[in-house]
């Protein structure tokens, strides 16, 4: 059962655009959001997160916007670089062990 | 800072072959993972020990052994490979559970 689900599966962009990443989930309890980053050949990264009581974190290019109400959040990533090519995974960890983590958006920064 | 180094980068199999999967990292951190993840897909918990000695099963344990030798070594085993079992295996470790975790580069495994 997946329990947090991103979309677009890819996505294209041309560079210094704005690249708008989904991401949403089913289980109430979920109240910390990170977002992993990942390049080919690498493990993923943490690149920012979110906790619930917030709507809106902003690391540099990077931004969470998070609906509580509608339990969805998406990543901003302004200026768009050919280095943010990357896929992006979004996250929630369950309170335990356990971290769930969405299926990725594969992004693609066109020079 | 600290590194999280897994052997070997790349496997190749046999189907049926028993294969050992290693990881280690000099964080300190007290607990570690296995994940798998499959093309398309987000990370499937395999394994994780929350400190040296202790082993729990993840969701897709499965088909796999895992044994915590040390604190900062954490090795996956798959007991019996399959075709379909393709994939890349990543090890993280964080300083508890439920905290950000620290992943490898992963080691890509084929069966043929």
């Known amino acids: 059962q997946q329990q947090v689900r991103q979309s677009p599966q890819s996505l294209t962009v041309w560079e210094g655009e704005t690249a708008i990443l989904n991401c949403s989930y089913e289980d109430s309890t979920f109240n910390y959001f990170p977002w992993y980053q990942q390049f080919p050949g690498e493990g993923p990264a943490l690149l920012i997160s979110?906790?619930?009581?917030?709507d809106k974190k902003e690391d540099g290019r990077f931004t969470i916007f998070f609906n509580k109400r509608e339990k969805k959040l998406s990543l901003h990533i302004t200026d768009s670089q050919p280095g943010d090519s990357a896929t992006y995974f979004c996250?929630?960890?369950?309170?335990?062990?356990?971290?769930?983590f969405g299926s990725g958006t594969r992004l693609l920064v066109s020079p | 800072g600290g590194i999280i180094t897994q052997t070997p980068k790349f496997l190749i199999g046999q189907e049926g072959q028993k294969l050992t999967l290693k990881c280690q990292q000099n964080?300190?951190?007290?607990?570690m993972y296995w994940y798998r993840q499959d093309s398309g897909k987000g990370l499937r918990l395999i394994y994780y020990s929350i400190t040296e000695n202790d082993l729990q099963k993840g969701d897709l344990s499965e088909g796999y052994d895992a044994s915590r030798e040390k604190k900062s070594s954490f090795s996956l085993t798959v007991t019996s490979a399959q075709k379909n079992e393709m994939a890349v295996f990543l090890c993280?470790?964080?300083?508890?559970?439920?905290?950000?975790?620290?992943f490898g580069p992963g080691t890509r495994l084929t069966v043929l």
């Open positions: 996250a929630a960890p369950t309170g335990g062990y356990k971290v769930v």
């Open positions: 979110i906790s619930s009581v917030s």
């Open positions: 993280a470790s964080s300083i508890n559970w439920g905290d950000e975790q620290y």
């Open positions: 964080f300190n951190h007290d607990t």
